[in-house]
């Protein structure tokens, strides 16, 4: 499924299901020490339902299964969902192919909502309620992020200086290390309970970098298939010029925990308390 919003890529469009192939093997690539800052607080474990917006090939619910949460992935592109399905064969998972703005599940049918690298594309004016109602009382949302530090690291650096050179608006770029930005309207329902951002060193070799990059929005999804052989043949010539066969990219985690309010703001009386039975 083609998107083109203006907030992304200066409005350029792209289809994640162009490179879920790609996606699929290049892009499960969150080490330990990521998943263990998720189970601390406590979360997609121990009979949780948890439900994974914009899951692509499941990485999430599938690296996580073995904590014993139930999960439900839902993602737009028809496309990641058969390779996360094709990935899941032996997990209780559940797919959907849906827009994470129009779900049609019961209210209160969710204990958890995850959405990992993916929260940027909603329009958070539908989700939000969406989301409220989706989730029990105490419920929460939890936002993840990963990404490389192309100030820090010279391989990172240089990559994605070749991405822009073939897709200069590409927004995924110039990435420091910073809080997950949360939109005022979550303001409303939720409380922001908990952030961290922490430094990750994520191993690659030369093939797994240079699919890791092929398979971002800025290439696979959105170039045509002459650009992404020129970038691919540059690609393949800098990574043989700058790194050795095996090497880190430096990284960075971000963590941003929501939790819903137990009573409606609208309902409390004037000068009164709210009393959580927490």
Partial sequence: MEIADRRIDGGKPFDWGRTSEDYAKYRDIYPPEFYRRILD????????????????????????YAYGARWTGVDIS??????????????????????????????????????????WYFDHGKLMPELCRLLEPGGRILILYMAWLPFEDRIAGESERLVLKYSPNWSGAKETMRPI??????????????????PLQVSFTRESWHGRMRACRGVGASLTEAEIALWEEEHRKLLEKI?????EIRHYGAVAELKKD?????????????????
């Fill in 181 to 198: 930005r949360i939109p005022d309207v979550y303001k409303e329902k939720f409380e922001l309970v908990y952030h961290e951002e922490f």
């Fill in 243 to 247: 790194a050795p066969e095996n090497f």
């Fill in 78 to 119: 028809e496309e990641q969902i058969r390779q996360a399905r094709l990935l899941s064969e032996d997990m209780d998972i559940r797919y959907l192919a849906a827009s994470a703005e129009e779900l049609d599940f019961p209210d209160r049918s969710f204990d958890v909502v995850t959405a990992c690298q993916c929260f």
């Fill in 41 to 64: 607080r406590g979360l997609c474990r121990d009979g949780q339902r948890v439900l994974d917006l914009g899951t692509g090939t499941g990485v999430l619910p599938r690296n996580l």
């Fill in 262 to 278: 137990r009573m409606d703001k609208k309902k409390v009386r004037p000068g009164r308390r709210k009393q959580y039975a927490d």
